[in-house]
């Protein structure tokens, strides 16, 4: 079971307290961008096997929308932070190299 905390409240909830949403650090196109660009914004997803960092809601908690950074493989979690962050926070990333020094943030 995928275990995580809520940077936002303290509390650690398990997932079927939560409620995914998708990939983080997508570039969001508004009014006016190309066609082009909003289907890849929609429909086009790195989908990694590894590292990944998703967006959460504390649904049955708090409520509000934080990030995480976990393995898609071992449910390993490296850390959550704000959903505000625009990029993983250093010190995540440093903990993902520490533990698998051939990652990079791509």
């Known amino acids: 079971m995928l ?3 809520c940077p936002n409240c303290g509390l ?3 997932e079927s307290e939560l409620a995914p949403g998708g990939e983080a650090h997508l570039k969001r ?3 006016g961008s190309e066609d082009a660009d909003f289907e890849g914004y929609l429909f086009q997803r ?3 096997k590894g590292v990944h960092f998703e967006r959460w809601r504390h649904a049955y908690g708090c409520g509000k929308w934080f990030l995480a950074a976990r393995c898609t493989v071992t449910l390993e979690v490296f850390g959550t932070y704000p959903a505000q962050t625009t990029e993983p926070p250093t010190e995540i990333v ?3 190299k520490a533990k698998r020094p051939d990652w990079s943030l791509s």
Do not use: Y
């Open 29 to 31: 196109f508004g009014p």
């Open 3 to 5: 275990i995580l905390t």
């Open 94 to 96: 440093n903990k993902i």
């Open 46 to 48: 790195a989908n990694p």
């Open 12 to 14: 650690t909830a398990e």
